[in-house]
């Protein structure tokens, strides 16, 4: 099976801008990559809506995800369910929706390996095992 890797909405965003601070070792991220990438489309839709602001921000974001082969993982009733069963253990944390319906895919796909700047977070949640998740790009200035 191919190596497979989740994608966060921070590195979208700074894929898309090139003034974000971590677009350069995003894109260098991403260019080394020998992977099958995964999102859900709650990332798309905080992606696009903080890009809206960015000229054809919210149409590159889409085109990348297209470009790059991205699979858009879908959530289900069953998916949701297990949202809120994460969304309840991390309640102090604060997690969010998107990230919740990250670690569900993580969950069912078996995938521990994540692009993403949210470092804080998904230092913190866990998969089965207790296994924590691997972080790309390596760290840079975002948190």
Do not use: W
């Not at 990559?33 to 149409?59: F, N």
Request: contains cysteine; proline residues 5%; charged residues 30%.
């Amino acid at each position: 099976m191919a190596r497979r890797i989740l994608l966060d909405t921070g590195v979208v965003i700074a894929l898309v801008n090139r003034r974000d601070r971590d677009h350069e070792r995003c894109v260098a991220a991403l260019a080394s990559l020998r992977a099958r990438l995964i999102t859900v489309e709650g990332v798309l839709v905080e992606a696009c809506h903080l890009l809206r602001k960015v000229p054809l921000g919210q149409r590159r974001a889409i085109e990348l995800v297209l470009s790059t082969g991205t699979e858009v993982f879908p959530a289900t009733p069953a998916r949701l369910v297990r949202a809120l069963e994460l969304l309840a253990r991390f309640e102090a944390r604060r997690m969010d929706l998107v990230d919740a319906l990250l670690v569900v895919a993580a969950e069912e796909l078996e995938v521990s390996e994540i692009l993403t700047l949210d470092r804080r977070d998904f230092t913190t949640y866990r998969l089965p095992g207790n296994k924590g998740f691997t972080m790309l790009p390596p760290d840079g200035p975002a948190t």
